[in-house]
């Protein structure tokens, strides 16, 4: 069907020669249908609108490689080679804006490059319910319609496949309701028993924790106390310290004390004199072998604290450099001590060839000739009279005493300063003579002259009485107790107040026997809370933990109740009033006891006047 077309620009169009106007239409062209027509165009005015050919499109080929250039630094440039992917299907139309002004049309742009993919975090990062979107929901009819199609007198419908349905019973709006309340409830009830399974099944794990705890921590106490009893044992069957022997002796009291009660409970008249009198002869032959066991012990304690003497005088010099290596180095002192040492071992060296001696005691008569004084002249002289008289063939048995004469003296020469220099740092230096007139005490037990480092001193002293050695063989005479046990608890107590002050010096100020009257007298060596009598597993710690210690802010528990006091943020509730005034009953008694010492008396009244300023209740004003 051919189609009527007017024109009206500013070009001119003929046909046959003539203008068409633009009222004309193909029709009176004489264009007849699946004809054609031939139409001139020219420009009214060519010089403002000319006709320009129309230019066909080429197709536009992008190449496979192209070369781009990067600018990397201020004036550097790089070139870099892209090649190019042709797309196996067409970019999907992605939308697009048209601006309000202009008209433009802008149209959304897509890329070849796959987006990379965002490390999963572990976290939900992205969500839906994050985003600023508002959503309606708006139900609507459709306007297409459907229908079916029936049986009717042109028209035959089959129906083999058709199915019957009749009506259920009607469900009221209540019984709905009862139904789904019925269904919650089910749901309510698994999901309550699912909850209570997981928390008793937590509980059961948890006493499985606690039980299993017990059951190592009971084995860990009874393995410390076999641990402790082992270790009694040992120091008492070899017995090495002070601390040891003090142990065997306060073991000897007790069954000493134990045997007269029982000799005094079952027998009368002369035979429980008889008892005692043979209970007495075995106390003294203990008394005997634990003098035996102790001269024994400090023999061998004398030769190692000799041996360790000359090992540290003849240890070079030794230090860090500065990549963390040890570097050590010989000086003349070292060397000389080093030789002197190897002479003493020489020396105390059992020899059976009589040329061996022989040539030992040369070279030390040669050593010590080299210094001219008394010492030196009576080491020659043994040792030519040694020399003399293993020449005769005198057996050694009868040599012993005059070997061990020279074995003295020369450690004697080994131990003076002007014949060893490295000597000097590790030997006690006396005091100058006027500050050791001054600070020299008679003892009123063995009448002997000590410096005041020779006394022990308690807070109750006023002046000095009795020397170290005096106590302790009073304590083995009479009281016999052992005193390593308070000892122990005064080390842990200054260990933990180090700890938590630095700064605290009453605990440096007791003594063990004052701490020893503080537990046997004020607490009655019995934990407050249990009432242990264990004294290995008694601590004394503070009453109230932000305070400092002192005899007045005390507690004596055990271990693991003072674990427990420790963390406790307020003694008032955590204890009952009766207790919290037996307490400080206690800390009555042991404050009046140890105010006699300035310096404790000084921190009392210091902590007591605090104690007022911020008490609960009072303000403080200017």
């Avoid at 048209?98 to 992205?126: C, I, N, W, Y």
């Avoid at 003090?246 to 007269?260: F, K, P, V």
């Avoid at 005091?431 to 308690?458: D, E, V």
Wanted: aromatic share 8%; glycine share 4%.
């Amino acid at each position: 069907m051919l189609q009527e077309c007017h024109f009206s620009f500013l070009f001119v169009f003929y046909s046959a020669g003539s203008a068409v106007t633009d009222t004309d239409t193909l029709v009176d062209l004489g264009v007849q249908p699946q004809g054609t027509v031939q139409l001139e165009m020219s420009s009214i005015d060519p010089e403002n609108h000319p006709i320009r050919p129309i230019k066909l499109q080429t197709e536009y080929n992008m190449p496979d490689v192209i070369t781009v250039r990067v600018q990397t630094d201020t004036d550097t440039y790089q070139d870099v080679v892209v090649e190019i992917e042709r797309a196996t299907q067409r970019k999907a139309f992605l939308g697009g804006y048209r601006h309000k002004l202009t008209g433009t049309e802008f149209h959304h742009s897509a890329v070849q490059t796959m987006a990379k993919r965002p490390s999963d975090r572990g976290v939900e990062m992205f969500r839906r319910d994050t985003q600023t979107v508002e959503s309606q929901s708006q139900e609507q009819q459709c306007t297409s319609t459907t229908a079916t199609q029936m049986t009717k007198i042109s028209c035959y419908m089959s129906n083999m496949e058709d199915k019957l349905i009749s009506p259920g019973p009607y469900v009221t709006a209540a019984e709905c309701g009862a139904q789904k309340l019925k269904a919650v409830i089910v749901l309510q009830k698994y999901a309550r028993r699912w909850q209570a399974k997981c928390w008793t099944d937590q509980l059961r794990c948890e006493r499985d924790r606690r039980l299993a705890w017990l059951g190592k921590e009971q084995t860990r106490r009874k393995r410390v106390k076999e641990e402790q009893v082992e270790a009694e044992y040992r120091r008492r069957m070899n017995p090495q310290t002070k601390e040891d022997f003090d142990l065997l002796y306060s073991a000897l009291e007790r069954w000493r004390n134990e045997e007269a009660e029982d000799i005094n409970a079952t027998l009368t008249g002369a035979k429980r004199k008889g008892a005692l009198c043979t209970l007495l002869n075995e106390e003294v032959q203990h008394i005997a072998s634990i003098g035996q066991h102790r001269q024994e012990a400090a023999r061998k304690t004398e030769q190692k604290a000799v041996q360790t003497l000359l090992d540290k005088c003849a240890a070079p010099k030794a230090w860090k450099s500065f990549d963390g290596k040890i570097i050590e180095m010989d000086t003349q002192s070292t060397i000389r001590a080093r030789e002197l040492q190897e002479l003493y071992a020489s020396l105390n060296t059992p020899y059976q060839n009589r040329e061996d001696r022989l040539s030992v005691l040369l070279v030390l008569r040669d050593t010590v000739k080299e210094q001219d004084c008394k010492l030196t002249r009576e080491i020659v002289e043994l040792i030519d009279r040694e020399a003399d008289l293993v020449t005769r063939e005198i057996k050694n048995f009868f040599l012993e005493g005059l070997r061990k004469r020279i074995s003295t003296l020369f450690l004697q020469y080994i131990k003076t300063p002007a014949f060893n220099p490295e000597v000097a740092r590790l030997l006690r230096v006396p005091p100058i003579a006027g500050q050791q007139r001054r600070k020299i005490y008679r003892c009123k037990g063995c009448n002997s002259y000590l410096p005041c480092t020779g006394f022990a001193l308690s807070v109750s002293a006023s002046q000095m009485a009795r020397c170290h050695r005096c106590v302790e063989l009073d304590n083995e005479a009479r009281r016999r107790k052992d005193i390593s046990l308070y000892r122990n608890i005064l080390q842990h107590l200054r260990r933990t107040e180090a700890e938590r002050n630095p700064e605290a010096k009453i605990t440096y100020l007791l003594q063990e026997q004052d701490l020893q009257y503080l537990i046997d007298v004020i607490w009655g060596a019995k934990s407050a809370l249990s009432a242990c009598d264990d004294m290995r597993d008694l601590v004394m710690v503070r009453w109230d933990r932000l305070e400092e210690w002192s005899p007045w802010n005390a507690i004596l528990l055990n271990t693991d109740e003072a674990k427990a006091h420790l963390k406790m943020e307020s003694i008032h509730q955590a204890y009952g009033k009766a207790f919290i005034q037996s307490i400080q009953h206690k800390h009555m008694l042991a404050q009046s006891y140890f105010s006699e010492i300035p310096t404790i008396a000084n921190r009392f009244e210091q902590s007591h006047s605090s104690q007022v300023l911020f008490k609960p209740g009072f303000t403080v004003t200017e």
